[in-house]
């Protein structure tokens, strides 16, 4: 149920990504989903929590049997329910409240419990600060909620917390300090009501890979200091708020990790800048509704894949998308000297000159200028090439 990342192309014309690019992170499980792959120990211990539920006590726990440690597959014991209302303890209190749920009573009191799912569970109210006293927590899923309030503060006490996701919820407030959280590597906190700014301790956490802040109300720049941004980040997007300021240079340090940006849908100034577009490991870039100008080319800094100095150098680029800022100048030609492009979006801004004849060079799937002051013919190489010929699917 997790938001998924933006895509221009359709999943069932997209192709296949990288071994390299992350694949989205596991659904939470659920009993059943569990019980298939415990080992014959695993299912022995389960009898008696079997036992347990069926007598109505309000929770589903979990044992994973892997002995080997990772993102996909991690050792862990934790709480959670089915998707729909989750058991309260507490008659007299709001039957959907968080604070007084069954299921969070327990896992923040069971030093055993690494794991807190209540994804789509129809809780309201706000996050207990109690949840602070669970240090013991590797993952926290609240998602898909009515929860409101501010994010507690007392979260940055999690310092064993590596993935956190709040999002489709009602919160509000800043985004707490993350300072010290070390082992974070997920953060997704999309669809709510959070203001103020993107702090760079997030940003920078020594561990951090995915930070999904999309749909909130937040405003100010991006991080734009020396080592902001964090070496092992892949996947930033902080589209549908309302940031300002320019794109930070500083994100060009990141040319052999980031994968995906999306910078949509704000109110960001100025220019591309030549190290963004020198990205050697960006799959997708968005920033589309922004007001940014000047032109499409940009300078290559030092990627190790191919050193030679390029106009554009986003050499992985499957999909970019700057429709509705005010860019002038023409396509570079570099632009289609990429290999795996297949959406480009420019729709919106103030292009001129004509399509480049190379614009036949790559399997382009969707191609959008329209409302640019483009002129000329449509070049000849963009019927006969039977690469693009036989991809194809839209052309405005």
């Given amino acids: 149920r997790r938001r998924p990342p933006r895509r221009i192309l359709a999943p069932t014309r997209r192709l296949a990504l990288p071994a390299a690019f992350p694949s989205p992170a596991p659904l939470p499980c659920t009993m059943t989903q569990s019980a298939r792959t415990l080992s014959v120990l695993g299912l022995i211990a389960l009898i008696p929590l079997a036992s347990a539920y ?15 440690e990772d993102d996909r597959n991690p050792p862990w014991t934790g709480y959670g329910v089915p998707r729909g209302p989750a058991p309260n303890s507490d008659p007299t209190k709001n039957p959907n409240s968080l604070g007084s749920n069954t299921v969070f ?24 600060s109690e949840i602070g006293d669970a240090t013991q927590l590797v993952e926290i899923n609240l998602s898909y909620n ?8 007392q979260l940055s006490q999690l310092t064993n917390l590596k993935r956190l996701y709040l999002g489709d919820n009602r919160l509000s407030g800043p985004i707490p300090d993350t300072t010290g959280m070390n082992k974070l590597k997920e953060f997704e906190v999309y669809n709510n009501d ?3 700014g993107v702090p760079s301790e997030l940003t920078s956490l020594s561990a951090i890979r995915r930070i999904y802040l999309a749909g909130n109300l937040l405003d100010g720049e991006l991080p734009s200091t020396g080592g902001a941004y964090s070496e092992t980040l892949m996947f930033l997007d902080v589209s549908d708020n309302a940031l300002t300021g320019g794109i930070p240079s500083e994100l060009g340090t990141l040319g052999e ?15 591309i800048p030549s190290e963004v577009l020198g990205l050697c490991s960006l799959y997708f870039f968005y920033i589309d509704h922004n007001n940014l100008v000047g032109t499409l080319d940009g300078v290559e800094p030092d990627c190790p894949e191919d050193p030679t100095p390029t106009a554009w150098a986003l050499k992985a680029l499957k999909e970019f998308c700057a429709v509705g800022n005010h860019f002038s100048g023409t396509l570079p030609t570099s632009i289609f000297a990429q290999s795996d492009l297949r959406a480009l979006k420019v729709d919106d801004n103030e ?3 004509e399509l480049p004849t190379e614009v036949g060079d790559v399997p382009l799937e969707i191609l ?3 409302g640019n002051k483009l002129g000329g013919m449509l070049p000849s190489e963009l019927w006969s090439s039977t690469i693009i010929h036989s991809k194809l699917t839209r052309l405005e």
């Fill in 105 to 128: 009573a327990a896992c923040i009191t069971d030093p055993s419990c690494t794991r807190l799912v209540l994804e789509d569970a129809k809780l309201t109210g706000m996050i207990p």
């Fill in 368 to 370: 959008s200028v329209s």
């Fill in 194 to 196: 959070l203001t103020g």
């Fill in 146 to 153: 009515q929860l409101t309030g501010d994010i507690p503060p």
């Fill in 54 to 68: 069926e007598q109505d006590t309000g929770f589903n726990f979990f044992i994973n049997a892997n002995p080997v």
């Fill in 351 to 353: 292009l001129t000159g």
């Fill in 257 to 271: 990790s980031l994968q995906e940006l999306d910078l949509s849908h704000n109110f960001l100034t100025g220019t």
